[in-house]
């Protein structure tokens, strides 16, 4: 940003400069003196200075352009990431809820001294279910953090790579 204000700067200057030169032309008479020749040339050099500086802005600008685009993309990429982890979550939650339930009835089938097979089997069945789900919102969160890591280090990579140049 400190580069565009720059550029931005030394542009008004030079079109500063250039309506100076050109109000003087217009009390000029219509054919510029021979002596006047360093004027023009410095002219023609702010006019080239200025069509090169805006070609600067402009693939600046570009370049400013196209990062905001590729951020957006990381942004969208991290929020879809970051719902499936939230569904992992929920998952977790319900897995962790039925498993209450389960071991509740277990005791209190066990206090009555009944131990009754199907409750067993729905302990099993949910304590199952929480495995996977917990096993599930551990890879999503892996995934998570994994993306995070990753621009870290290639820019890492990109590091060792240029000092090694």
Do not use: F
Not at 149 to 162: N, T
């Amino acid at each position: 940003m400190s580069d565009i204000d720059e550029l931005q700067r030394r542009i008004t200057a030079a079109m500063d400069q250039v309506a100076y030169g050109l109000e003087r032309l217009q009390g000029a008479p219509a054919e510029p003196p021979a002596a006047d020749g360093d004027t023009l040339q410095a002219l023609e050099d702010e006019k080239t200075a200025n069509a090169q500086l805006q070609e600067r802005v402009r693939s600046l600008r570009e370049k400013s352009e196209a990062e905001a685009t590729d951020l957006r993309a990381q942004i969208e990429e991290a929020e879809g990431r970051m719902a499936q982890l939230d569904i992992e979550l929920q998952r977790v939650r319900r897995a962790n809820s039925q498993l209450t339930d389960a071991c509740a009835a277990l005791r209190e089938a066990n206090t009555e001294g009944v131990g009754e097979p199907h409750l067993i089997n729905k302990a099993m069945l949910a304590e199952l279910e929480g495995l996977r789900a917990a096993r599930a919102a551990d890879v999503a969160e892996a995934d998570v953090i994994l993306s995070r890591l990753q621009p870290l280090i290639e820019r890492a990579g990109e590091g060792d790579s240029e000092e090694a140049s």
